[in-house]
Nanobody, 130 residues
């Protein structure tokens, strides 16, 4: 059973940093692309970045370069964590953050961030406010 579970959200102050985690299980991780997305109230969902566990490379949306960092931890072969670090948070970062997975054997690229993902986590809320 494919599962993605996000955690790490909460209420933070402007300028803070935050690391979100996505624990993925139930599938062979190196056959998938893992992506991070966010959706603010009243706005469309936007892609932040994606990572290829097979090749270890990351792709970032142009608007997300600089303050967002995607990384991976191999907890064990059947469980895998993909982290999203966000630096210098601003109120405009307030959103629900989601991780998602889609079968893909290649590198993380713009097209893999833009593609339709099959599996989604439930999301974790990040609120940036003073």
């Amino acid at each position: 059973q494919v599962q993605l579970v996000e955690s790490g959200g909460g209420l933070v102050q402007p300028g803070d940093s935050l690391t979100l985690s996505c624990v993925v299980s139930g599938f062979t991780i190196d056959m998938y692309i893992i992506g991070w997305f966010r959706q603010a109230p009243g706005k469309e969902r936007e892609g932040i970045a994606c990572i290829s566990p097979r090749y270890g490379n990351q792709y970032y949306a142009d608007s997300m370069k600089g303050r967002f960092t995607v990384s991976r931890d191999n907890v064990e072969k059947s469980m895998y964590t993909v982290n999203l670090q966000i630096d210098n948070l601003t109120p405009e970062d307030t959103a629900t953050y989601f991780c998602a997975a889609h079968p893909h054997l290649g590198y993380a690229t713009r097209s893999t961030l833009d593609m339709k993902y099959d599996y989604w986590g439930q999301g974790t809320q990040v609120t940036v406010s003073s």
